[in-house]
């Protein structure tokens, strides 16, 4: 595939076509994550840039070993440990970065819009790990992976985000994925979690999640980001576990062949009981397997084409 963009920002600007060459992408490299060397010379003398300025392990990582399953050089900077504490400026940091001669850097950031000046005023390509409440799109590419590896197709499906919509970068990016493969996206939540102007998106709105989980062939639940609110949007998470969590009595109610997905981080007995989270429809640790080949193919994709 001919990847034609210096970054990787969001999926709202991506075409269907873009986002299924990335997704085969994926399938090659997940091959290379069941060999007994699973390393591949393909972005060797390439040097990445990990600049995680939010708490973060999982994506962290998951970054991290792809490049190193491409055979890329990979630093990482972390928030505690950077000069922004000294109070350098975040371009400042990106362009002294940039004069180690780095070929990308993957950013997350806790405000919306951070990676999108980097990729402005750096020649190096940028990747999108999560900025603030807006996107995740490696997260969401997964997502759609992983749900097509298992069902073969995206179009048709009706896909149910259950949770804290207001403040979530996976519903956002995976809203904007889904959609261009014509699924059906309902979102379901208090009324205090759900954007009054998400219907903007072009998806239906429940506060009803018994009656919704009966009718949705993915159900992709979402912590409370509590880091992200600025006041209290609900009673307490007992109580928000007693109206939107999901346990194995409401799966029960649920179609069979039903597909449940998570980020991660679970808050376990919050918005999902521990059992259903390892139950034979939870498609959790397969998510986190897909991820790393996700994110083995956009490295490959966006440094290949960037220039250094
Ligand atoms: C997600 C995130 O950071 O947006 N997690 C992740 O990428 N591992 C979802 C979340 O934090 O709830």
């Not at 003398?45 to 990990?50: A, L, Q, S, W």
């Not at 962290?60 to 055979?71: G, P």
């Not at 649920?254 to 918005?271: D, T």
Request: with cysteine.
């Amino acid at each position: 595939m001919q990847w034609r963009h210096k970054d990787l920002l969001g999926l709202e600007e991506l075409t269907a076509e873009e986002i299924d060459g990335i997704l085969e992408q994926t399938r090659a490299f997940r091959e290379v994550s069941q060999r007994t060397v699973k390393k591949v010379p393909a972005l060797q003398g390439k040097t990445i840039v990990n600049l995680f300025l939010e708490p973060s392990t999982r994506t962290r990582a998951s970054f991290e070993l792809a490049a190193k399953r491409l055979s890329a050089d990979i630093v990482n900077f972390q928030e505690s440990s950077s000069s922004l504490a000294k109070g350098e400026t975040l371009k400042d940091m990106a362009r002294n970065i940039e004069a180690l001669k780095v070929d990308c850097i993957v950013m997350r950031h806790a405000s919306s819009g951070a990676p999108h000046l980097l990729a402005r005023c750096v020649k190096a390509s940028i990747i999108n790990a999560g900025d603030g409440a807006h996107e995740h799109p490696t997260q969401a590419l997964l997502d759609l992976f992983t749900i097509r590896d298992k069902i073969g197709k995206i179009e048709g499906l009706r896909v149910l985000f259950v949770g804290d919509i207001t403040h979530s970068r996976v519903a956002r990016s995976n809203i904007w994925g889904m959609s261009k493969f014509g699924a059906k996206v309902t979102v379901c939540g208090p009324r205090t979690l759900i954007p009054y102007d998400i219907g903007s998106l072009g998806v239906n709105v429940s506060h009803d999640l018994s009656s919704s989980i009966r009718e949705c062939d993915v159900l992709y639940l979402l912590r409370i980001q509590h880091e992200r609110q600025r006041r209290h949007l609900f009673p307490s998470n007992r109580e928000y576990a007693r109206f939107f969590g999901v346990n194995e009595s409401l799966l029960n109610g649920a179609r069979k062949n039903l597909l449940v997905l998570h980020p991660g981080p679970i808050n376990r007995g919050v918005e999902l009981s521990g059992d259903a989270s390892e139950g034979p429809q939870s498609l959790i640790l397969e998510q986190v397997t897909n991820g790393l080949a996700v994110r083995m193919a956009v490295l490959y994709l966006v440094s290949g084409s960037g220039e250094s």
